[in-house]
């Protein structure tokens, strides 16, 4: 990251953001610290000049209407983390954290340390702010998206920060799904962070920075690692390939239409949340040995697509719409009626569409030598409700076999930041 | 990957390569399959210049005098894999696990499918030789990189593969370092395969097919995925930063220093391993969240250098030689006796200097919530008891408080193959 730019320069007021959890992190060492408070876009626009030649040094807004990381062009690398508060945590608590992870992450996504004395610019006798692995770096596109899951409004019927009545409706544990082998260590999660970014070293130091702060208030439940998108959200991005080979995402929900943005991905209430998300998150191991080994026409069979092209089993290229009618020659549905492509399609699902950012994963292997490797899916929608229709239609997927869930989530994503503010803010008004 | 180049295209003779190993793999289905056999060197100069424009289409030759992946510019992701023999393999079936794997190797390194039928291009009713997942990604400079552990000479007494009185002295168990707290499971291996590329996705393509070709003779033992390259190999690379945030590889042996090479890292036999090298990898667990309570001044007096500038604490910039002789102010010795740059120096350790070439890890998180961070430490080297003379110098190292080796294993490096014949050949004349 940049060296910290000097608080002076900036023209931006600084935002109100309480320093109490960071001044809490640094100890007693950290009193001569001046953490500056820079606003994002003042930062990004000169991180961006200075970066323009370098294809890295691409600078997401941190404030605006919506949280960046969903219609934002989807990124090479994800480190994502949920959280969970320490069991004493106070409102106050969980108010400075939301506060003290806006402001970093409003720096470290303009390719800034996480404050201004950052990783070398403070008192040489106080653990430095920023962990420094990502010093030099550019902001690599890099987005942090933040969001509340149930057990923050409510646990084991305790309303601990003041906010179960706020709770929407639509934010609740999903349903069990047939075939789901959920590990509860590695689902759930009271808060949840998204770091996506095109150098998985800024996407690590993103979490690991923020873990730090939120050190004493929350802690890591569980985390992953992701790369080789499986969704394209620009139009100019290529469809990339999911760990069976097929393309992934040909008809997902661009981050430039809008249209679909309102009807589909932002949520419209409660008030607190209008403008925000849900998201739905589910490791999705995938059995590659048993897949590898089935013929190529079984696999487009279950796929519904073609492995080279992407193109419906039905004809044309990658972009054609399916013809879910067409007859192949002999009489048969030219895409089976169970193909995955054909259960999970908008017109045998009310219209609905999902914006997907999924990544795919390998955790090494198991002892019979098989890589522990999946889909860690990623997908947002204005109510979670919309996902649990199209996972209910794919319970007689071809898929099924060669797949299986062992990790789910789902988090409330609330609305971007206003300059000076912090997300989540709405939340305690 | 690029679509397959037509065999009829090629010039070149096609490598003696058996295909008996996957043309098992296939299986019945197989019989009408056209498995081309083209050398790496056309290959790459076609792909090359269809690449040219991009910037992670950089080919390297798979075929040369040294193997690719040791003195080649250092990529940006790693997986690493190490094998285990199928109990009941024979010596037929070892080599040509290493014909199959210099084969699929010659080729996906060009940035072709694993064959010349590949992913799609084979009979629909058979399984592709080719998984898919890497179709259209350029070469993103691909290497791969094969070694033979010890216990694959010998194991518990008993010579498998008739090769026991092969083995070099050299290539044997690393002793016991102090504060080793290894994991069997993680560490040995009877062969292992370093695939390094640009794309995390090439990266795990090529360890996913090779370990696919070996089934039923091989398997994998124990995989490591890692990113953010902690060495600089080449001088127009910037010194990444390790997760302690400190600049790595600063005196790292260069690719194109033929004397270092030649005097530190290439084998001078027996014949059979000529111009290859000894690897040694080091699975090192860093204790992060401790390290990042510390103070600038103490992890700066830890390493021995500026945590900004990388520079030695003697005075300079990052390429200034450290002066261990320089007393500070107050008469003590401005780098610290037992500063890590220190014990580690050349200097102090008969001039022996390693090629480094490890990668940044995070395996998700403990229980605790702190990240499972870490180096994973390859060095090559003319012999391994180079590392083991300066792994022992570092017994009083002050970074010992904060990293626990947790995995070893060392493996004999051949030299690369001739065009036509296969990695490991020298060793069954």
Redesign the interface.
Known sequence: MSEPVPAEESVVPRPGLSRRGLLGLLGA?AGGLVVGGLGGAAIGAAVATANAADATGVVHPFFGTHQAGIATPVQA?L?F?A?DMADDATRDDLISLLKDWSYAASRMTQGLDVSATG??G???????D???????LPASALTITFGLGPDLFEKNGVDRFGIAARRPDALKLLPRFVGDALDP?ASGGELCVQACAD???VA?HA??NL??IA?GRA???????G??RTSKTSSDQ?T???????KDGTANILGDDERALDEQVWAAGPSWLAGGSYLVVRTIRQK??PW??????E??RIIGR???EGAPLSGGTEFTEPDFAKKDAAGQPAIDMHAHVRLAHPDFNHGIRLLRRGY?F????D?????N?GLFFLSYQSDPQRFVTIQRALRSDLLNEYIQHTGSAVFAIPPGAKQGSYVGAGLFA
């Open positions: 060492g690398n480190h983390a959280f990783a070398v403070g008192s040489p006798d106080a653990p430095p920023d962990t420094g692995e990502a010093l030099g260590a150098d998985p070293q690590v979490i690991r873990s730090r050190f802690q890591i439940r569980w985390s992953k690692l790369f080789g290529l990339p390939r999911n760990l069976f080979g097929y590659i040995e590898d080994r089935q013929q190529l026409t696999q487009d073609s492995k080279g795919n390998v955790d090494g292997n002892p019979l030598g098989s890589l490797a």
